[in-house]
Nanobody, 127 residues
Framework: QVQLVEYGGGSVQAGGSLRLSCVASGRSFGSNTMGWFRQVPGKEREFVAVVSWSGGSTTYADSVKGRFTISRDNAKNTLYLRMNSLKPEDTAIYYC????????????????????WGQGTQVTVSS
């Protein structure tokens, strides 16, 4: 059974940092584009960041550019999201996702581009 499990969410004050991890099991995603999305209740899930299969190319949402860093360790089948200078508007459930096709770049930003999803982890930023 293929699973993506997120870790590292929690509560932090504005200006603080968190690092999210997403561990894959059931198959390797070392050859697949992976990304992070977030969702606030009552709103659509929105793109945060994506990394190519090799880790060599990344794309960020404008709202997080310069504050968040996406990275991956294919040997550990793990995706990361380092979040610095957090703001209250970053409060959301964060989901990791993976594409099913191989060797993609970092130009996938729609939820429909991804085939596998984690269950999400809550990030709460207080002012």
């Amino acid at each position: 059974q293929v699973q993506l499990v997120e870790y590292g969410g929690g509560s932090v004050q504005a200006g603080g940092s968190l690092r999210l991890s997403c561990v894959a099991s059931g198959r390797s995603f070392g050859s697949n584009t992976m990304g992070w999305f977030r969702q606030v209740p009552g709103k659509e899930r929105e793109f945060v960041a994506v990394v190519s299969w090799s880790g060599g190319s990344t794309t960020y949402a404008d709202s997080v550019k310069g504050r968040f860093t996406i990275s991956r360790d294919n040997a550990k089948n793990t995706l990361y999201l380092r979040m610095n200078s957090l703001k209250p508007e970053d409060t959301a459930i964060y989901y990791c996702a993976a594409r099913g096709t191989f060797y993609g770049g970092s130009d996938y930003t729609r939820t429909a581009d991804f085939d596998y999803w984690g269950q999400g982890t809550q990030v709460t930023v207080s002012s």
